[in-house]
């Protein structure tokens, strides 16, 4: 019997009991729809509260929503205009938060239409695409006054929110859509394995500045003097950035470093010289000098390594074919860290502000470097059990 779709094999649309499924389309646009105007309706209101306040403050309400808006479009990776000045340096928080909003509606509207075929959850990746990218148009054409082209808006936030829409969908309601050969899952694992342990080394390096420079960062509040809406910005906007610094973090770890205006890199083995930086409090937690042990910092990155290692050599990866394995995996997650370190560099304005962040390249040629060896001294020394655990369970 041919189901309406016209194909004889394709498995007919999960149904819940008790539940009519809304329609691909709609569901699609409600999700999308939902994944925009959380996240903006949550800004919106922090600037309304902010601006309210502040009412003594020279700004009106439409101009602090404006904010907003320009705000949760750079969290899409769309440079706003300040004052004339590209700020290509981006809060990439907020743009973490529209991607976990992005992967709840779809896998919301995946659940809520009964999805049961991978043309159906491309149908609702597109609609509620679509509609998120019409939202971001719409925000682009109301906040003048960030300069971002709606055209712009609309293809950039409409390609991300199809990519996240897509795969969560498919993996959600297709088993099986992106399944791969397990050597890929394996080289995959490893390389998100070292990439998140690094993350996370820096970012518990960057808790640690932030607490040995407290009396800085009390400082420089003190000369900012923020009112109570002041306040509420820098504590938003350093949230907003801690994403960003905690890369920073990981450069520094690994030894690269990162610069802070031209030809001024913050490094463990560098010299470090007094420089402007901008009013964030986060930043005043740079290092003032160079640790004394400095040059241990990159047996972080080989500890990492290590724990990459570590879960190739359960997957069952040892010998020569576990080293090769680990190789690929360090290379993957090289490039990974440095599309992520190219994405937290840029600049908030001009002069000293105008190059901030770590080199890509340099990220990432070390980050695979250190990863390699850590994971080779786990991995390369062959193992009497070279099949997977869950085969050993078997054969038990």
Request: proline share 6%; with cysteine; glycine share 12%.
């Amino acid at each position: 019997m041919v189901d309406v779709e016209g194909s004889s094999s394709s498995p007919p649309r999960r149904r819940h009991e008790g539940d009519d499924p809304l329609p691909l389309i709609v569901a699609g646009a409600i999700g999308g729809a939902a994944a925009a105007g959380v996240a903006l309706m949550s800004l919106g209101f922090l600037s309304l509260a902010a601006w309210m306040l502040a009412p003594a403050a020279e700004l009106e309400a439409s101009t602090m929503l404006e904010a907003a808006g320009g705000a949760w479009l750079a969290g899409q990776g769309l440079a706003p205009v300040i004052q004339g000045v590209t700020v290509t340096l981006l809060p990439w928080g907020f743009g973490l938060i529209s991607i976990a909003l992005l992967a709840f509606a779809a896998r919301w509207a995946a659940n809520a239409s009964a999805v049961g075929r991978r043309g159906e959850a491309l149908v609702v990746a597109a609609t509620a695409s679509v509609t998120y990218g019409v939202i971001a148009a719409l925000v682009a054409l109301l906040a003048r006054n960030v300069g971002v082209s709606p055209l712009r808006a609309l293809i950039v936030c409409a390609l991300l929110a199809f990519v996240i829409t897509a795969v969560v969908a498919l993996r959600t309601a297709v088993p099986g859509a992106l399944r791969t050969s397990s050597a890929v899952r394996d080289v995959v694992a490893g390389a998100l394995a070292g990439t998140l342990l690094l993350l996370a080394a820096g970012a518990l390096a960057v808790l640690a500045s932030l607490l040995m420079h407290m009396p800085d960062v009390g400082l420089l509040i003190t000369r900012l003097q923020p009112d109570v809406a002041g306040a509420i910005m820098l504590t938003v906007l350093s949230l907003a950035y801690l994403p960003v610094v905690s890369v920073w973090g990981t450069a520094y770890l690994l030894g690269p470093g990162f610069s802070i205006g031209d030809s001024h890199v913050i490094a463990p083995l560098s010299d470090v010289a007094a420089t402007t930086v901008p009013g964030l409090p986060l930043l005043a937690a740079l290092p003032s000098e160079a640790p004394a042990f400095g040059v241990a910092l990159p047996l972080i990155g080989v500890l990492a390594g290590a724990g990459c290692g570590w879960l190739l050599r359960r997957r069952g990866h040892t010998g020569l074919r576990g080293s090769g394995v680990a190789a690929l995996s360090s290379v993957t997650a090289g490039i990974g860290l440095a599309l992520i370190g190219w994405l937290c560099s840029g600049s908030l304005g001009e002069a000293r502000l105008a190059a901030l962040g770590p080199s890509p390249l340099l990220l990432g040629l070390v980050a695979s470097g250190v990863l390699l060896i850590g994971a080779l001294a786990v991995v390369a020394w062959p193992s009497r059990l070279t099949a997977p655990l869950a085969h050993e369970a078997v054969d038990g």
